[in-house]
């Protein structure tokens, strides 16, 4: 069983979601938080069975699906996708448990188990095709929630989110042929494995524009600078699970795609590229920091605040090194950690007011004191306080940035203390001082589905804050093999000296197995 | 005294023409059956039609293994030409056919399907269309193509509404235009060459090294003014909307597969030897013709309020996106075509069968057309299955994995990128990604939108078994696609490739 446990992750939900329908209405959530909790102990088994010490693939399924075409079934996890697999089954666990939601909740939930599907296949896929047929599968639950649960434009919302997010990787599908093309012009065979692709050193030129072409599918879903206007509406829009499985996983795709498309395959456009991507990055960082500021609604302060958060990821993957990308994989889970659960109390308020505008509150801490803390903790979390997980994902991204640029890192530092600022400040509007509006002296504090969610959050995010470690280590493992293979594979002088060789490091790492 | 022409019965090779006899002898039989008996049920001649169907499909598999061990067939003086594009495209040809013949078998009563001959005229156009892929012979192309289009002009009109007579006069006079365009092509085409062979036309224009380039030009400009009629492309599709919308859904489902695919494999014997001997003023007039009719198509697709005119536009653009493959030429094309097509027949033919099965008789007041989109609102909350099925073809049809016509899609693109054509492979893309919209709107009415007061009282009205069944069909064909992709393109491409092309 363990030698399938990828597609057993995969296919379980699915396999669930279909035996859902049968289930009555009244025990359908009973059924999804079971459902959630099986795959989530599974996957939690997938990390007690990895092995940190290998940095390559673990786990790998292969089985032929279309041979005359070189398609295959191709999975396997390494410590980039392992913990961002966990990070997907954990939340749909939260989602569902924490699900306030009463309308057509049976149709919810078995589109959240579908979509749980397309997140693990997405991470665990090693296979182009396969990859991409998650990749594009998961926007269909998403336009559902989207756009049956959303609030009033909601509609608009999905439809943008949906085509924005297709033409992308419709662009990427016409890169992923030509590398497949151009293997086998090399080869003499057709293959989208991601393996063997990595093998290919492809001329300069060409590694250009398909680093386009990819870049394209993935920063649209990310969503970097200019293409992140679908983001807003659809966070303004979706229900509160939508947001959190939105901005907790679906983002992440884009970011962990970087990892593990456009760096490996492309080295030399890598570097070539790198400043320009950093500093749409930075711009990200300080621009959205900026319309965050400008907000009214705390769900858009805390969705600006989430693509703000996005640019540091990208700065840290950029950084071409081994700390700035180890740091930009654990800022995903941190990001998708503290980001998942700021969308769950946005949507503790809205449940129990039913308006998003920070005006309509003031004074909460006085009413609701157990919410404000949780509230205050995870947005001390967001703005990156030491000793929350946060922190490690953005110290040791501005670190790896540090090593090829100080002036730009210089300013991505300070535009992150900034941005403090709109959180600080949308803190400030709605939990201190005097409780003016009436409707709020009667708001009761946490229930106890809501405490289910946001606790075991709250305990991941110091945690891990405190002992990165175990996390840290696997990851760290596989992004050096990722960076030794650029290295390798680099031809131009400057992706030589930019990206560092670690052959001769890996004596050292024998000390690290010491405990 | 002229010499006595000895011919041997043997060296005719009679086998040849044996699959499309054998849907004429099924119409035959129909006819003698009603003129014995008149009065029958519809479903008895549904059955016969389906039988002859099958022995036709028998015949084919027949050919295809004689094919595997032998090569291509010759038959009549050359006339017939079996090889693996004309037993490919005859498969899907009759495949999609007797997919297509169970929608007779409807709950409400049909005016057409009460005569029999609504039935020989089916099978005699099977017949045409099998003619037409069989030969390289331009005279028997178009006897093929004018039997068979004869009797779909027929078949519109017995459906019996005044949009149907205005679909059926619609495209018997642009039918008749592209006749005369098919004509006179190859009118010029005899008169430069002294041949109505394809191959041998070929030879004859090499051989002189295309010194009458202009005469060549002239009879292909009227050839693709025909084929354009043929395969509805822009700005030759005019007649394809009302069309579709005159004519029951079924038949424009029907029409938007098994013609075209006749109509495919003829561009293709026709126009391919042209682009690859560097004709490249019929290669540049291809390529404007690929990307206007797929993006032009796309857009007009947008704005349409009827469903199935906007599934007539959609097929319009998907023949666009095919006709790519005769552009591009390589083997790897070809066999995207066909492999396209094949998978993109389930699709369609489930999305049509959706719309027919949906069939009111009488309009509502205010309600502008059979199908507007409204009708679909709220359709999960009524009826839950059916708009699950629904919304399948959509996303198949807009190219969304894993569903069937994503692999044609790739497999078609992925052929462009190899051949050279990537900006032609960016276009491609990028229409999938416009198309993804008015797909997605239907998808958005039935899912997010409250049901409208009305319309749900024809949901499934017209849905009987075997509705149901072809709609199964289709529906496991679209999802389980990616098992049945690698069997295909193994078979497709030695077909095609053999047959070389």
Redesign the interface.
């Known amino acids: 069983m363990i030698d399938h446990i990828l597609t057993l992750l995969i296919f379980f939900p699915a396999l669930a979601a279909m035996l859902g329908f049968v289930v009555t209405k009244d025990s359908m959530r009973a059924y999804g938080i079971a459902v959630a909790f099986i795959e989530f102990v599974l996957s939690l088994w997938l990390w007690y069975a990895y092995d940190p010490m290998i940095s390559g693939m673990q786990f790998m399924e292969s089985m032929p699906l279309i041979p005359q075409f070189g398609i295959n079934y191709l999975l396997g996890v390494d410590g980039i996708s392992l913990f961002i697999i966990i990070l997907s089954t954990f939340f749909t666990l939260i989602g569902i448990a924490s699900l306030t939601e009463t309308r057509r909740i049976k149709d919810l939930i078995i589109t959240l188990l579908f979509l749980e599907m397309t997140m693990v296949g997405v991470f665990a896929a090693l296979d182009a095709i396969v990859f991409y047929v998650f990749w594009e599968l998961s926007l269909v639950p998403m336009l559902y929630i989207i756009g049956a649960w959303g609030g009033p434009l909601r509609i608009y919302a999905s439809i943008k989110f949906f085509l924005y997010t297709f033409t992308g990787s419709l662009v990427m599908l016409v890169g992923m042929l030509f590398m497949a093309y151009f293997y086998y012009q090399a080869t003499g065979q057709w293959s989208f494995s991601i393996l063997e692709w990595y093998r290919l050193i492809l001329p300069e030129n060409f590694q250009l524009w398909l680093f386009v072409a990819f870049f394209l599918g993935f920063a649209i879903k990310v969503p970097m600078f200019p293409f992140h206007t679908w983001l807003p509406y659809a966070h303004g829009q979706a229900p509160t699970i939508g947001s959190v499985i939105l901005a907790a996983i679906l983002l992440k795709m884009g970011t962990y795609a970087f990892v593990r498309f456009s760096l490996p395959l492309f080295p030399d456009a890598s570097v070539f590229f790198m400043f320009p991507i950093a500093i749409i990055a930075i711009i990200m960082i300080i621009y959205t920091a900026m319309v965050a500021y400008a907000q009214e609604d705390i769900k858009q302060v805390v969705a600006y605040s989430s693509v703000s958060h996005m640019g540091v990821i990208i700065l840290g993957t950029f950084a071409l090194n081994v700390e700035g990308v180890s740091g930009s994989v654990f800022l995903m889970l941190a990001h998708g950690v503290v980001s998942g659960a700021l969308f769950l109390l946005v949507g503790v308020i809205y449940d129990r007011r039913h308006t998003k505008l920070m005006s309509e509150f003031g004074g909460l801490a006085s009413v609701m004191p157990r919410y404000a803390t949780i509230f205050g903790i995870m947005m001390m979390a967001s703005v990156g306080l030491p000793l929350t997980i946060n922190f490690v994902g953005e110290f040791l991204s501005l670190l790896g940035f540090y090593k090829q640029s100080h002036m730009l890192t210089l300013t991505a530092g300070v535009a992150i203390i900034v941005g403090a600022i709109y959180m600080l400040a949308a803190y400030k509007k709605m939990f201190f001082g005097t409780v003016m509006n009436e409707k709020n002296k009667n708001l009761k504090d946490l229930n106890r589905t809501e405490y289910l969610g946001l606790i075991p959050l709250v305990i991941v995010a110091i945690w891990l804050g405190v002992y990165p470690k175990p996390v840290l280590e696997p990851i760290n493992n596989s992004v050096e093999s990722v960076i030794q293979l650029m290295h390798d594979k680099a031809q131009s002088q400057e992706a030589k000296a930019r990206i560092p060789d670690l052959s001769g490091k890996n004596e050292i790492i024998p000390m690290q197995e010491a405990h | 005294m002229l010499e006595p022409i000895n011919v041997s019965l043997a060296s005719l090779n009679l086998a040849t023409l044996a699959p499309m006899l054998i849907a004429i002898v099924g119409a035959l039989a129909i006819l003698v059956i009603d003129m014995v008996k008149g009065g029958l049920h519809k479903s008895l001649y549904v059955m016969i039609s389906l039988l002859f169907l099958l022995l036709d499909l028998g015949a084919l598999v027949d050919f295809a293994g004689l094919f595997m061990k032998n090569g291509t067939v010759l038959g009549f003086f050359d006339v017939m030409l079996m090889d693996g594009i004309a037993i490919l495209s005859q498969i899907i040809i009759v495949a999609g056919s007797m997919l297509f013949i169970p929608l007779a078998l409807t709950s409400k009563r049909f005016h057409e399907y009460n005569y029999p001959e609504y039935f020989a005229l089916f099978l005699f156009m099977i017949a045409g269309f099998q003619f037409m892929v069989a030969t390289d012979n331009l005279i028997l192309i178009f006897v093929g193509l004018e039997t068979a289009s004869l009797a779909l002009y027929t078949l519109i009109a017995l459906h019996n509404r005044k949009k149907s007579f205005e679909a059926a006069v619609k495209y018997f006079t642009m039918g008749a235009l592209a006749a005369g365009f098919y004509a006179f092509g190859s009118m010029i085409l005899y008169a430069i060459s002294g041949s109505v062979e394809i191959n041998q036309i070929a030879t004859v224009l090499a051989e002189d090294h295309y010194s009458n380039i202009g005469y060549v030009l002239v009879s292909m400009a009227f050839m693709i003014a025909a084929f354009g009629f043929k395969l509805s492309m822009v700005p030759f599709h005019t007649w394809t909307p009302d069309v579709y919308e005159g004519s029951s859904a079924a038949l424009a489902g029907y029409m938007s597969i098994v013609p075209k695919i006749a109509g495919f494999v003829v561009a293709m014997r026709l126009f391919e030897f042209l682009v690859h001997s560097g004709v490249v003023w019929l290669q540049v007039i291809l390529y404007i013709g690929v990307v206007v009719t797929m993006t032009a198509s796309n857009i007009w697709a947008l704005v349409q309020t009827d469903v199935k005119r906007m599934l007539a536009y959609s097929s319009i653009s998907h023949a666009g996106f095919v006709m790519a493959a005769i552009l591009i030429g390589t083997t790897q094309a070809n066999t995207g075509l066909f492999l396209y097509w094949a998978l993109f027949s389930f699709t369609n033919l489930g999305a049509f069968t959706m719309l027919w099965v949906n069939r009111q008789k009488n309009l509502l007041p205010g309600q502008s057309s059979d199908h507007p989109y409204e009708k679909f609102s709220g359709m999960?909350k009524t009826m839950p299955m059916a708009a699950v099925m629904m919304a399948l073809f959509m996303?198949s049809l807009a190219g969304?994995?894993?569903f069937g016509l994503?692999?044609g899609k790739?497999?078609m693109?992925?052929s462009a990128?190899?051949a050279g054509y990537?900006v032609l492979?960016?276009i491609m893309?990028?229409n999938?990604?416009i198309a993804?919209?008015y797909y997605?709107k239907l998808?958005?009415f039935m899912?997010?939108?409250e049901p409208m007061v009305g319309y749900d009282q024809f949901y499934f009205m017209n849905a009987s078994l075997s509705l149901k069944t072809i709609i199964g069909i289709a529906a496991v064909g679209t999802i389980f696609a990616?098992f049945t992709?690698?069997p295909l393109?193994?078979v497709i491409?030695l077909f095609v490739y053999n047959s070389g092309y």
């Open positions: 999960v996303l969304i994995p894993p994503f692999w790739i497999y693109i992925g990128v190899s990537t492979a960016l893309a990028l999938s990604a993804g919209y997605l998808i958005v899912f997010m939108k990616v992709v690698n393109l193994e491409t």
